[in-house]
Every structure is written in C-alpha cells, then in structure tokens.
C-alpha cells in the first residue's frame, strides 16, 4: 500500500477543505470498496478525510411526505427503518440482497451509489483497463466478459456498477443532495449521478473533484406494490447478473402506472421510458409484459460471454412485473 495522510474531519468544512487542499484526496466513509481498491494500488490517493464523525447518519421525515437519507446512514441501518419497510419496500429488499451482514453494518448509502465497478479486469493492474488506466485498452471486449454490460456500453468500457441500492433509488426517483468545496450546495437526480461510459469510461459519476454527497432524498411513497429481484450465481454475497426493480400501481384490472429498473446490465441503473409508457393503461398479460420486455431491451448488445444476460433479462422483467401486478 502506497503511504498516505489521513484527517478525521470534524464538520463538513472541515471535510471540504481537507480534500480542497490537494488533487489527489478522498472521502472515505465505510472504507468496503476504497480500502479494497488501495490495498491493490488502484487508487492511490495521497490523502484521506474520514467523513465518519460528521452529523449526516440520520433519516429524517421531508415537509414533502418523503425520507431525507443522510449520507452516512448504514446499509443495515436504512433497510430495518420502519418507514423504508412500510413505504419503501423495493428498497429494503435491495439492500438486504447486497454484500453480506458485516458489510451492510459498515457500507453507507453515499459510499455504496459511489463504489466503483468489480469488473475482474479493472481489478487486475496486470491487464489494460480504460477505467483505471485511460486509453489503455479494455480487456473484457475480447475476454471473459459474463458479468458485463449489454446496455449503453462502448468499445472502450463495457463494466457494470455493482449497486443494488442504487436500482431500488433509480426506481423511486431519488434525489441525491452534494456539497462542493466552495460550499455550493447541488441537487442531482439519482439518473444523471452515474455517466454511460462513452469514450471517457474513468468519468464515473456527475461529481466534481471534491464534492461530496450529504443525503439522498426520497419523494413520497408511491402507490402499488413494490419488487427487487436479484439473479445471481449463488444466494448470498454475490452480484447480480441480472436485477430488477419494480413498482407497479393498478386501477382495477389495468396497470395505472409501471415503472422498473435494471440493475447488472450498465453503468448505471436503467430506466426505459418507453416500455414504463407502454405498459400504462394496459391489461397485465403474458404478451403485454413480454412486449414492454422486448422495448427495454431493444438496443442491448451482448459481447459474447454475456449474451445470455439478454433473455435473462427479459424473462425476470416479465416475472417481477406479473407479480407485481397482481390483485392483493
């Protein structure tokens, strides 16, 4: 591990101005993916400020009706809050799938939308990786590429984020609340937080250098019953090949309104406006659910050792939405 300094900070301008003082700082909250990726010299950073001690491990009621989440509240902590139980269920049951117990004691809800991607090959230093080493190549496009994306990638990244938080947060039109180094507060819509990798795959997030993430909100409880089903290789501590997350409000025997998100097949959660439209209004059905399928998968593209995520992906959008739409 490369030397570094460390600062527990106090407050939050504390933390600002710790990290304003040089180029090359980070937060470090939980520490389950930083301190993974420093003992591997993937992130090198010369200093670190503990955000630990600051006052965002709360989860306050909104004048709105919603949830204010602060930054440092715990995994574990936000998936047993009443609240997020009663109104918020799709993502209770998005976090209690994610990593094991011990982690979710530890991991924290700004920390866990910005853990970076465990594509084998951004982890391997040995191997060329654009996310970790700018134009150096990406290894997965001609390699062993079954965990990888098959929607919004580009031939120069094709890794997957690994939240499950984050597609129950994508679902629920979160709203993530920053602070920058000059004091500037900011409002980011949790889909413009994570960027499609493009010809820039090492620009992960909208965040600039030094802004640091101090609650996501959440808006009122939305009606209709609520899923997250994760598919994976084994039950527990394992990321998802496929997720989906899924609210669904009926008026009588027609969907009133639908809305779903994927999660292990991009950069970021991924939201289809289109199939969400063309399920309104419409009577659940095999075929209705399979044609919604089909258009939020229209563009995917599989790379060879993940072309099956392409059927899988359909199948369980059209089991978590039949069940979802169920009377009861």
């Given at each position: 591990?490369?030397?570094?300094?460390y600062?527990r900070?106090?407050?939050a301008?504390?933390?600002?101005?710790?990290?304003?003082a040089?180029r090359?700082?980070?937060?470090?909250?939980?520490?389950?993916?930083?301190?993974d990726?420093?003992?591997l010299e993937?992130?090198q950073?010369?200093?670190?400020?503990?955000?630990?001690?600051?006052?965002l491990?709360?989860?306050?009621?909104?004048g709105?009706?919603?949830l204010?989440?602060?930054?440092?509240?715990?995994?574990?902590?936000?998936?047993?809050?009443?609240?997020i139980?009663s109104?918020?269920q799709v993502?209770a049951q998005a976090?209690l799938?994610g990593?094991?117990?011990?982690i979710?004691?530890?991991?924290?809800t700004?920390?866990?939308?910005?853990?970076?991607?465990?594509?084998y090959y951004?982890?391997?230093?040995?191997m060329p990786?654009?996310k970790?080493?700018?134009?150096?190549?990406?290894?997965?496009?001609?390699g062993?590429n079954?965990?990888?994306?098959?929607l919004?990638?580009?031939?120069?990244?094709?890794?997957?984020h690994?939240?499950d938080?984050?597609v129950?947060?994508?679902v629920l039109?979160a709203?993530?609340?920053?602070?920058?180094?000059?004091?500037?507060?900011?409002?980011?819509?949790i889909?413009d937080?994570h960027r499609l990798?493009?010809?820039?795959p090492?620009?992960?997030?909208?965040?600039?250098?030094g802004?640091?993430?101090?609650?996501v909100?959440?808006?009122p409880?939305?009606?209709?019953?609520?899923?997250?089903?994760?598919?994976?290789?084994?039950?527990?501590?394992?990321?998802?090949?496929?997720s989906?997350a899924?609210?669904?409000?009926?008026?009588?025997d027609t969907?009133?309104a639908?809305?779903?998100?994927?999660?292990?097949v991009?950069?970021?959660?991924?939201?289809?406006?289109?199939?969400?439209?063309?399920?309104?209004?419409?009577?659940?059905?095999?075929?209705?659910?399979?044609?919604?399928?089909?258009?939020?998968?229209?563009n995917?593209?599989g790379?060879?050792?993940?072309?099956f995520?392409?059927?899988?992906?359909?199948?369980?959008?059209?089991?978590?939405?039949?069940a979802v739409s169920?009377?009861?």
């Amino acid at each position: 591990m490369k030397p570094f300094t460390y600062q527990r900070a106090l407050d939050a301008g504390d933390a600002l101005a710790g990290v304003a003082a040089g180029r090359n700082a980070k937060f470090i909250s939980g520490g389950t993916n930083l301190l993974d990726l420093m003992k591997l010299e993937i992130e090198q950073p010369a200093h670190l400020v503990d955000i630990n001690r600051l006052p965002l491990d709360r989860i306050e009621d909104t004048g709105q009706g919603g949830l204010r989440i602060g930054a440092q509240v715990r995994n574990s902590t936000l998936a047993a809050d009443p609240r997020i139980r009663s109104g918020y269920q799709v993502l209770a049951q998005a976090l209690l799938s994610g990593a094991s117990g011990q982690i979710r004691n530890k991991a924290s809800t700004g920390g866990n939308l910005l853990q970076r991607t465990r594509c084998y090959y951004f982890y391997d230093r040995n191997m060329p990786c654009n996310k970790r080493e700018p134009g150096s190549g990406c290894a997965a496009l001609g390699g062993f590429n079954r965990m990888h994306a098959i929607l919004g990638s580009s031939n120069a990244c094709i890794a997957v984020h690994p939240s499950d938080m984050a597609v129950a947060m994508s679902v629920l039109d979160a709203t993530v609340e920053t602070t920058d180094i000059d004091g500037t507060a900011r409002q980011i819509h949790i889909g413009d937080l994570h960027r499609l990798p493009g010809s820039t795959p090492h620009i992960e997030t909208d965040l600039r250098y030094g802004e640091m993430i101090t609650a996501v909100v959440l808006p009122p409880a939305k009606q209709g019953r609520q899923l997250y089903r994760k598919v994976r290789d084994r039950a527990s501590y394992a990321f998802a090949l496929v997720s989906v997350a899924a609210v669904v409000d009926m008026a009588g025997d027609t969907i009133a309104a639908a809305r779903f998100a994927l999660g292990g097949v991009a950069a970021k959660p991924w939201r289809s406006p289109e199939a969400e439209a063309f399920l309104q209004g419409k009577k659940p059905s095999a075929q209705v659910f399979e044609k919604a399928a089909d258009a939020a998968l229209a563009n995917a593209l599989g790379r060879g050792g993940n072309d099956f995520k392409i059927p899988l992906a359909k199948r369980t959008i059209q089991q978590v939405l039949a069940a979802v739409s169920q009377r009861g």
